[in-house]
T-cell receptor, first 116, second 109 residues
Framework: GAGVSQSPSNKVTEKGKDVELRCDPI?????LYWYRQRLGQGLEFLIY????????KSGLPSDRFSAERTGESVSTLTIQRTQQEDSAVYLC??????????????FGPGTRLLVL | SQQGEEDPQALSIQEGENATMNCSYK?????LQWYRQNSGRGLVHLIL?????REKHSGRLRVTLDTSKKSSSLLITASRAADTTSYFC?????????FGAGTTVTVRA
């Protein structure tokens, strides 16, 4: 595709419910990243996938957060038992780390999550 | 990863003027990237400068990097209304990007 796409664009949920966010990276990009941006704050790294290597989950804030990626395609970020502090914009990015010297990350439009 | 701190937090300029914003960081880096937030909430990559580079240009953008002072600057020349948005720097040693709250630029007509 032309760029990174994410769905849904907006999600409103009740506290305690589970949510699943989806990211479609740019075709051929080997690396995929999830970030979170809370209102008025900077970007927090959540998780990184690179090819078939074990993902770097060091940024996940709690065990309620998990993410999966099948091969070099779609990724889903799941938040279980959502809390109000999970409200944020969740951004996905992809990059072609196989291309030497290219470290640019291309971001999707994000999913705005509101937990009531 | 480390977070860049952008300064100023907000900047208001007249159309046609130049806008300068700065970024400071704490530890050594491999590269530093500048992004802007687009209208769809996503982040758009503007420019990447490597630690062995001092200055880089891209269109109306000029980025400098001073590794001895652990700082970078982004200059937008001849600003336009479409430049109104938030700008973020991301100093990086690896694949993790971490942005601060950014500099919000408003270009007045």
């Amino acid at each position: 595709g032309a760029g990174v796409s994410q769905s849904p664009s907006n999600k409103v949920t009740e506290k305690g419910k589970d949510v699943e966010l989806r990211c479609d990276p740019i075709s051929g990009h080997t690396a995929l990243y999830w970030y979170r941006q809370r209102l008025g704050q900077g970007l927090e790294f959540l998780i990184y996938f690179q090819g078939n290597s074990a993902p770097d989950k060091s940024g996940l804030p709690s065990d309620r957060f998990s993410a999966e990626r099948t091969g070099e395609s779609v990724s889903t970020l799941t938040i279980q038992r959502t809390q109000q502090e999970d409200s944020a914009v969740y951004l996905c990015a992809s990059s072609n780390r196989d291309r030497v010297g290219d470290q640019t990350q291309y971001f999707g439009p994000g999913t705005r999550l509101l937990v009531l | 990863s480390q977070q860049g701190e952008e300064d100023p937090q907000a900047l208001s300029i007249q159309e046609g003027e130049n806008a300068t914003m700065n970024c400071s960081y704490k530890t050594s880096i491999n590269n530093l990237q500048w992004y802007r937030q687009n209208s769809g909430r996503g982040l758009v990559h503007l420019i990447l400068i490597r630690s062995n580079e001092r200055e880089k240009h891209s269109g109306r953008l000029r980025v400098t990097l001073d590794t001895s002072k652990k700082s970078s600057s982004l200059l937008i020349t001849a600003s336009r209304a479409a430049d109104t948005t938030s700008y973020f720097c991301a100093p990086s040693n690896d694949y993790k990007l971490s942005f601060g709250a950014g500099t919000t630029v408003t270009v007045r007509a």
